[in-house]
């Protein structure tokens, strides 16, 4: 089983940027397809990307509502994947949470979960 922790949110202008970090322990990231997803009050949790598991080419996709804002990455060495956000709106305000499970497929309904980082973006 793998423990995820997130960190890295805050508060930002719109248009300003942040870079959150998923730090897993006890697997390697190398060996999972990771991904992050967000909640919004009063909304259910949604898609933003994810990144395949590094044998299978470490492919990423990305929700329509981030492609050209939104970077995911994973830096086996330290176990960590990360999501650079550029160019925030408010619309991005949410609490972020990163998963981690065999396939992207799987990840909503058999990964595993880090406790989320809040992303609050000021108009």
């Not at 508060?11 to 870079?19: C, K």
Request: aromatic share 10%; hydrophobic share 35%; proline share 2%.
């Amino acid at each position: 089983q793998v423990h995820l922790v997130e960190s890295g949110g805050g508060l930002v202008q719109a248009g300003g940027s942040l870079r959150l970090s998923c730090a897993a322990s006890g697997r390697a990231v190398s060996s999972y397809a990771m991904g992050w997803f967000r909640q919004a009050p009063g909304k259910e949790r949604e898609f933003v990307t994810a990144i395949s598991y590094s044998m299978s080419g470490g492919a990423t996709y990305y929700a329509n509502f981030v492609k050209g804002r939104f970077v995911i990455s994973r830096d086996n060495a330290k176990n960590t994947v990360y999501l650079q956000m550029n160019s925030l709106k408010p619309e991005d305000t949410a609490v972020y949470y990163c998963a981690a499970a065999p396939n992207i497929a799987s990840m909503t309904t058999s990964g595993s979960w880090g406790q989320g980082t809040q992303v609050t973006v000021s108009s």
